[in-house]
């Protein structure tokens, strides 16, 4: 009689989260090389924003939430070595350009499951991207007073909506089943609120640390706060236009799906 | 669309240096950088930055090089200097009025020296942090960077998609450009749109078949990888091998010590 010989099952290192490491290293060679296209530029000038960031947002519609992530860091390191002068806090700004905003599209594509992480995580980011720089480190490190409560008003634009998008059900439910709809408009609008949503956040730990490099004075605080209002909701914008044709691309092409993209 | 700074292989003492140093280097200077910083900070700065321009020098890295870098920069400079010229708040000296406009802390009429001074010691601060990779990046191979990743312990897979997506990136340089010429021939030329026209209108036409592309290539690889044994649980061999030699130890004590000299200079 045949004995049945116990398979010996090995962890496969060929994917990530479900995603062959071949797509996520090219998708995130193609992150990398766009950082030195310009996409967007920052208000009161000083730099651009490169074509990396959306396409690192978008990556985990593309490409599932935990291969997208991994796709979108490649890609920051990729964009560091390529473009060091854009990268000047190095590892810092691998997180901060490519990272964070897959990080957060990701929470908010799966949002049905992770509601209880994003909505703490996004209030502790409020919060912190209120008290820092100008309450920690503060006066101590030269950093002026800024005036209550406009700024925290001004800091809870960037992430009270989000976290109610993300605690209701139009975060919970609706958003994630527009993004695959079939029809063109819902996807369109759940794939901009979903980016919409996360880049509100992504913007208060992206700008910080630039803040406390280049010590703002509260008054540039405040203005920045109010300048970038709308800039944050554009770059959503354009992000949607990217990645709609991408998708319905990608769903036309007999490429094989990947699970948890949204195409 | 080429990268400025890119591995050029020479032969110098800052080429053969172990990337660890190297890498250590790079993260000193993030460090450095990151200290609270005081208009009176400007020596510590210049002397971290003269000892990164003597590693650019050493490494024999063209001139025309740190003129790109500057060039990128000078945007980033002249926003400091004007943003902190006007808001600095303990700006007492005016350099220029031009008016009277008091918001909270700052008189936003009014262009101060101190501030001035801060705005330059902040840009000399951005200087000495862009300055450091760019050396990392020009003076070390893909094989000497996974070697150096796999010495600290990196898992082997990322290293792996690390240094392949590295060089795929002249490959993707080139589907680039040969996308745009495609697109210039059907009368789209993105050249000629300005920047909000660009980023609504000119991506789409070029990202879209270059990510098809691309995954369909992501394919193959797939294939080669598989092909190739990639994954297999056996221990992978090196291209390269690092030594530590004395050379590498002696630039490591000369970066530690001046690291340890600004950190003395700034807070004693």
Request: charged share 15%.
């Amino acid at each position: 009689m045949e004995q049945k010989v116990p398979e010996k099952v090995r962890h496969s290192t060929n994917r990530i989260g479900g995603v062959s490491i071949a797509w996520v290293t090219l998708y995130g060679a193609l992150c990398g090389v766009t950082s030195l296209v310009p996409i967007f530029p920052y208000i009161g000038g000083g730099g651009y924003v490169p074509l990396t960031t959306p396409l690192s947002a978008i990556a985990p519609l593309l490409l599932g939430p935990v291969g997208g992530v991994a796709a979108a860091l490649v890609g920051g390191v990729i964009g560091m070595f390529i473009a060091p002068a854009a990268y000047p806090l190095q590892v810092v700004d691998i997180f901060l350009n490519a990272g964070l905003p897959a990080i957060f599209v990701a929470l908010m594509l799966k949002n049905a499951r992770w509601w209880k992480v994003t909505v703490p995580l996004f209030i502790v980011l409020g919060i912190l991207g209120w008290l820092v720089p100008f309450y920690v480190p503060g006066a101590a490190a030269g950093f002026g007073k800024v005036p209550e409560p406009l700024y925290f008003i001004m800091a809870a634009i960037y992430w009270l909506p989000s976290t109610i998008i993300a605690a209701t059900p139009l975060g919970t439910r609706l958003m994630p089943e527009w993004v695959v709809s079939s029809k063109r408009v819902r996807r369109y609008g759940g794939v901009f609120l979903t980016v919409l949503a996360a880049l509100f956040v992504w913007w208060l730990p992206w700008t910080r640390p630039y803040w406390y490099l280049f010590n703002f004075s509260a008054e540039l605080g405040v203005a920045t706060h109010l300048a970038y209002s709308w800039w944050v909701p554009t770059l959503s914008a354009i992000t949607a236009v990217i990645t709609i044709p991408i998708v319905e691309a990608l769903e036309r092409s007999g490429l094989p799906k990947i699970e948890g993209a949204i195409w | 669309m080429q990268p400025v700074f890119r591995y050029t292989k020479l032969d110098t003492p800052i080429h053969r240096l172990h990337p660890l140093v190297k890498l250590a280097y790079v993260l000193l200077t993030l460090v450095l950088v990151m200290y609270p910083i005081r208009p009176t900070d400007m020596p510590v700065l210049l002397v971290w930055l003269g000892l990164s321009a003597l590693l650019w020098a050493v490494a024999r890295i063209e001139l025309r090089r740190f003129g790109t870098l500057m060039k990128i920069l000078v945007g980033t400079f002249i926003f400091l200097i004007l943003i902190q010229g006007f808001t600095y708040r303990f700006g007492k000296t005016p350099l220029i009025t031009l008016g009277h406009l008091r918001l909270w802390e700052a008189d936003l009429g009014v262009i101060t020296r101190e501030g001035v001074w801060f705005g330059v010691v902040l840009s000399v601060r951005v200087l000495a942090a862009t300055s450091s990779l760019p050396l990392f990046v020009m003076t070390t191979s893909s094989s000497e960077i996974m070697t150096a990743l796999a010495k600290l312990r990196v898992p082997r897979t990322a290293t792996f998609m690390i240094v392949s997506a590295l060089s795929f990136t002249t490959l993707i340089f080139e589907m680039w450009s040969s996308i745009l010429e495609a697109q210039k021939l059907r009368a789209f030329d993105i050249e000629r749109m300005n920047v909000f026209k660009r980023a609504l209108k000119a991506y789409v036409p070029i990202i879209t078949p270059l990510i098809l592309l691309l995954f369909r290539k992501a394919n193959d690889f797939q294939i080669a990888m598989e092909t190739k044994g990639f994954g297999a649980p056996v221990e992978p061999t090196e291209i390269e091998t690092l030594t530590s030699r004395p050379a590498d130890f002696l630039w490591l004590g000369l970066v530690v010590a001046v690291f340890v000299g600004c950190t003395v200079l700034k807070f004693a």
